[in-house]
């Protein structure tokens, strides 16, 4: 008698279930920055109900990813292994923006982006243009992107002849777009209405060294090489122009920081398009034997890209690591929620110390230049007016009467940041003005405490007159 045995449910291949695990390497770091929040007891009310649905993005991400690039490289199971193990060991530049606290962008760029790829590349247009709606509706900045991503790859098919392609391509997303504009216009409309009034366009261009600093040397020197090699084939092209349609975007004045992080996955993409060149290159001498060299170089490069992907996820998933917190206003932070009561409200810069309302229990004052008030509501702008002129003239007692009105008995300033964290230009002079201030020298204010590095300083202050009186 032959006993039968049941089909279990992993992949017999073993590059298949390879690729599983380096997928889930993301999810693992994603893991451990929620923990380590959670465990410190900062924002836990709001992490709670967001790690769930963030550590299944982070899941989903690679998966979905894996299978764009088993479509795009073809090949076989190793080959997908190796794509997606690079993507995977890159995926700090998304954990990056999950760090800020961007979760619509995981969602859209690290999900609905590769997925709607995976779409194309399968010839499934109605779907694909079903995706690309989606990406609309869960995050405008990878709205902006998936559209220069479209425009790339109808270049591509233009440039490899695939007229019937681009005609299918194009038709099928034009009457998707228009018949879901035409049931919620007003989804459409809050795209255009910031571009019309002025709000989404007040971000300039960063320095091109910066790409190098946001990406690493590494990333970026190894996709670059990726994708002039992969630029060399018609199939692989779409990777520079990719890369290209991001990089005309990012030139723009939407967010340009924001979208030379994204730059990231096209340089994984070309990283990986780089390590099966050279893994093609040992085993074809002509003669049936490997290539030293080639095999020394794909070493190197492997080794020099997993190190760098490894240290910088493990580096992004550290809450202390948050790109616009430093450890000094950590400290800082923590010693104002130690030693103030929860009714006495603080006034800050939203510029200088954007996450201060994160790690304190009290009611936030964050204040912005005038410049960028412009595009508050009338009343927020107001608001703000008041309290920037009553901080800028705060020895008249009229101004400590007006932070008595809301409030705020606390007030924080930083030093701006230091490179290669990105600014807007009227930010910089703003955080300067308020951080020259003396307040100090006022008897109506008291420096309670000070947080020094070589980086920065963070000053504490409380108010304790009202007016001419002691509060």
Known sequence: MTISRRRGWLPKNPWVLASLVLA???????????????????????????????????????????R????????????????VALFSLNWFILLKTLRDGSYGEILAAGVLLPLWLSFLWDRREILAAGTLFG???????????????????????????KWTRVRRIFLSHAVVLAITAALVWPVYASYFFPVTTGVAGGFPPIDPITYV??????????????????????????????????????RTSFA????????????????????????????????????????????AVVVLAA??????????????????VEPYQLAAYRWLAANSNDSEAVLGLAAGDPYLYYFVSNDVFQVVNLEQAQR?????????????????????????????????????????FLPPRWLAPE??????????????????????HVEMAPGGTTRILQIVTVGGATA
Do not use: K
């Open 68 to 83: 764009f690039l088993r479509r795009f490289f073809g090949g076989g199971p190793r080959d997908g292994f190796i794509a």
């Open 427 to 448: 930010d910089g002079p703003f955080i300067a003005q308020a951080w020259n201030l003396t307040l100090e020298s006022d008897p109506g204010y008291v420096l309670r």
């Open 376 to 416: 508050l509501s009338a009343p927020d702008r107001d608001l703000n007016g008041a309290l920037v002129a009553a901080l800028m003239n705060y020895t008249n007692a009229s101004s400590r009467l007006v932070f008595s009105a809301h409030g705020i008995r606390w007030i924080v300033l930083s030093t701006p």
């Open 307 to 324: 190190t760098n992907g490894v240290l910088l996820l493990a580096a992004n998933s550290d809450p202390v690591t948050l790109e616009y």
């Open 24 to 66: 889930l390497v993301p999810a693992a770091f994603t893991i451990a920055m929620f923990s380590a929040l959670l465990v410190a007891g900062s924002g836990a009310d709001l992490l709670a109900v967001m790690q769930v649905f963030v550590v299944a993005l982070a899941i989903l991400s690679p998966l979905v990813m894996w």
């Open 135 to 161: 990406i609309v509706l869960a995050h405008n900045l990878t709205a902006l992107l998936a559209f220069g991503c479209f425009a790339a790859l109808l270049v591509d098919l233009i440039l490899r002849r």
């Open 256 to 299: 340009s920081e924001r979208i030379a992080r994204e730059l990231g996955v096209p340089f994984a993409v070309g990283t990986a398009g780089f390590v099966l060149w050279l893994s093609r290159r040992v085993r074809q001498d002509g003669r049936g034997r490997t290539r030293p060299w080639a095999g020394a170089t794909l070493a």
């Open 213 to 250: 600093v946001i990406l690493t040397p590494i990333l970026f020197v190894l996709g670059a090489l990726g994708a002039g090699l992969l630029a060399r084939v018609p199939r692989g092209r779409f990777v520079v122009l990719w890369i290209t349609a991001y990089v005309v975007t990012s």
